[in-house]
Nanobody, 110 residues
Framework: VQLQASGGGLVQPGDSLKLSCAVSGLDPGTYYMEWYRQAPENQREWIGRITSGGYTFYPDSMRGRFTISREDAKNTVYLQIGSLKPDDTAVYYC?????WGQGTQVTVSS
């Protein structure tokens, strides 16, 4: 099983960004997926989850600007982030079961 996260980069405050997590080794629609992030010197923070059936769950702190979706035809899960802030600067990871993606860096700076 491999999870390949991508889509990060340097963005300006207020921008939006869509991260991708491409999955191989698992059949589409059979797994949940979670997104986490970790800023320097901080603990890894849970952003939310999408179930195999497409239901999404977010902690209160993430509800509103973060949207998780999936495209089973591409076996890919997405994380849309709106109205980016400098505090969103972190490495973003996708996760399911025992498997973690390698992370993709998002830097928000003017």
């Amino acid at each position: 099983v491999q999870l390949q996260a991508s889509g990060g980069g340097l963005v300006q405050p207020g921008d939006s960004l869509k991260l991708s997590c491409a999955v191989s080794g698992l059949d589409p629609g059979t797994y949940y997926m979670e997104w986490y992030r970790q800023a320097p010197e901080n603990q890894r923070e849970w952003i939310g989850r999408i179930t195999s059936g497409g239901y999404t769950f977010y902690p209160d702190s993430m509800r509103g600007r973060f949207t998780i979706s999936r495209e089973d035809a591409k076996n890919t899960v997405y994380l849309q982030i709106g109205s980016l802030k400098p505090d969103d600067t972190a490495v973003y990871y996708c996760h399911t079961g025992y498997h973690w993606g390698q992370g993709t860096q998002v830097t928000v700076s003017s």
